[in-house]
């Protein structure tokens, strides 16, 4: 649970959280699919366990290793 921050996967349905741009969101994306910790076929973190094409788009949501 450290591993996931402090937003949530519930928080992309709550309309009082802030999005990320889309170009902050796309650039997110692609260093996560730049990263080793990336399943591929679901696009799921290792480290989180996270589904990143989501996860991206929440502006204050964190990588686990720190890439972004």
């Known amino acids: ?28 994306l692609k260093t996560c699919e730049e990263c080793d910790s990336l399943i591929k076929l679901t696009k799921q973190c290792k480290e989180c366990g996270c589904v990143m094409t989501l996860k991206v788009k929440l502006k204050e949501a964190k990588c686990p290793l720190g890439k972004w």
Not at 9 to 22: H, K, Q, Y
Request: proline share 7%; net charge negative.
């Open 1 to 28: 649970k450290e591993k996931l921050g402090t937003t949530r996967p519930w928080d992309l349905l709550n309309p009082n959280v802030e999005r990320a741009t889309d170009e902050l969101a796309d650039n997110r």
